[in-house]
């Protein structure tokens, strides 16, 4: 594999590895020498996990020095860059959790393999009790992630698309749990998702928490059944008919305790159309608790409903970077052309993994969207 400056195999693709306790820094040639593969998952709404594997020899100064010094103990925290055409991309910044050595008799055969989670997972190891008076749920997800900032964490943060004025009279928000789980529970309920994006440096990273990014530049586009211009070999779409579901939420006046039900919201402001001919919701889902909360939240959790079950339209794929020349990268849109009318166009990137071994680069991806035939007849870029 390679270190700071060397090339994996002879393509153009460069490799990076850092560690540290929090602070990293390159790590020493004999660990970038040992490296045999390399595996990062990135995935809407979840955290990102990764998997380093590295030979172990008898003699080797990581079974000799580097493990017994605690150099792989969980919670050290590793970086990965990778380099393609000389522009380089975090695509990890996160905490060992695990490690494993797989001792054998046949040489070369004896591992060490280091199993962790991206950065979100400081959030999540400690419970905690704590209350938000007076706080709408951006303000809330603001307070806590400013906790975090001394790892190099820096929020974006999305005002909720229906405003909810606190009511400290009526209401008090109460946090139970950790706060990754308090943070993906506002999310969830307006519809927004939440992850960590490593970069654009080294040691830095942002906490997104917004609607997912389906509008705005898109990556270059996957070309499939193109001959020479193929860069995917085979990507398989499915449609299925009961993923999106209208929601059903009803309120009560307070005053006169008549039920109302709440009219059906247009989704586009959270998930902007992708295909030209969007899928029906054959399914009808009647929301439970709504009556309890107050119009604006019950609004926001129709809406929500709406709109994450919404893309009925998925499509998954395996993809060569060295072939490609360009990652791709989850949580933004790319085009997909040499598909056909019906599965052309514009998808949002749901989840990629990133394989890589000496000399091969490898991505697992999944797309995503609401509906049929691309928006416009051209695929750019």
């Known amino acids: 594999m390679a270190g700071d400056d060397d090339p994996i195999g002879s393509g153009p693709i460069h490799l990076t590895l850092r560690m540290g306790p929090k602070l990293t820094r390159p790590v020493p040639p004999e660990v970038t020498e040992a490296l045999l593969s390399a595996q990062i998952t990135s995935t809407a709404g979840e955290r990102s996990g990764f998997q380093l594997a590295f030979d172990l020899t008898k003699k080797g100064a990581i079974i000799k020095r580097l493990l017994p010094e605690g150099f792989f103990d969980p919670k050290t925290r590793v970086i990965v860059t990778a380099s393609v055409k ?58 806590i992630l400013a906790k975090y900032t001394d ?12 405003p909810q004025p606190p009511r400290e009279q009526l209401r008090v928000e109460y946090q139970t749990g950790t706060d990754l789980s308090y943070v993906n529970e506002l999310a969830g309920a307006n519809g927004y998702t939440f992850y960590l994006d490593p970069g654009p440096r080294p040691g830095r990273s942002t906490a997104y928490w917004g609607p997912q990014k389906r509008i705005g530049q898109r990556q270059h586009a996957l ?55 969007p899928s029906p919701a054959l399914k009808r889902r009647t929301l439970t608790g709504t009556a309890k909360l107050d119009s604006e939240t019950a609004r926001a959790a129709a809406l929500a409903r709406a709109a994450t079950s919404a893309d009925a339209i998925s499509g998954s794929g395996q993809l060569d970077v060295n072939r490609h020349g360009y990652i791709l990268h989850p949580r933004e849109l790319v085009g997909v052309r040499g598909a056909g009318v019906t599965y052309d166009g514009d998808y949002y990137v749901t989840s990629v993994t990133h394989n890589l071994w000496p000399g091969r680069y ?15 007849d051209r695929v750019r870029p």
């Open 223 to 277: 070309n499939v059944n193109m001959d020479a211009n193929s860069t995917v070999d085979q990507l398989t779409f499915a449609y299925d008919g009961t993923a999106r579901e209208e929601p059903q939420a009803r309120v009560q006046d307070p005053r006169t305790r008549e039920w109302a039900l709440l009219p059906q919201q247009d989704i586009s402001p959270l998930r902007p159309q992708l295909g030209r001919r």
């Open 86 to 143: 000389g522009t380089p991309r975090v695509l990890l910044d996160g905490l060992i959790v695990r490690q494993e050595v797989g001792a054998s008799n046949q040489p070369g055969q004896t591992t060490l393999t280091v199993t962790g989670e991206d950065l979100t997972l400081l959030m999540d190891l400690e419970e905690r009790a704590d209350r938000y008076p007076n706080l709408a749920p951006a303000q809330r997800v603001a307070r």
């Open 151 to 162: 790892y190099g964490i820096d929020p974006h943060i999305i005002r909720e698309q229906i």
């Open 362 to 376: 490898q991505q697992n991806f999944t797309i995503s969207r609401e509906g049929l035939v691309a928006m416009s």
